[in-house]
């Protein structure tokens, strides 16, 4: 089973769902790691076994890029943390290990609107 490391820009109450459908995930603030560089985030959780989840798309897509040996990086657009950690793990449940995968979690598109006569 995958384990987690979310970045300080994690929604706790996601981690809090996530860890809830039996994942393993560690915050960053409780590892000791508030305020620390992206690249020693991935690092420590690499080291750790462990795929970040974080909001911070845009830095951690480019670190993906750089750095091909990490144990996965799972990057979420905000949305309602029932929603994100329903994603989370639908695409998560049946890997090992995301061992250098990067894995993007989208906003659900707003609902449509039904058209007035």
Do not use: W
Request: charged letters at 35%.
């Amino acid at each position: 089973m995958v384990k987690l490391f979310s970045d300080e820009n994690f929604p706790g109450p996601t981690g809090e769902l996530i860890r809830l459908a039996g994942y393993d995930v560690v915050r960053a603030q409780d590892a000791g790691l508030r305020a620390t560089p992206d690249k020693r985030i991935l690092e420590f959780a690499t080291q750790d076994e462990r795929a970040v989840l974080t909001e911070n798309r845009k830095d951690f897509i480019k670190l993906h890029s750089r750095v091909k040996d990490h144990a996965g990086i799972i990057v979420c657009s905000a949305d309602k943390p029932e929603i994100v950690a329903q994603k989370i793990v639908e695409a998560i449940k049946d890997k090992a290990d995301l061992n250098s995968e990067l894995i993007r979690i989208n906003r659900s598109p707003p609902p449509r609107r039904k058209k007035s006569v």
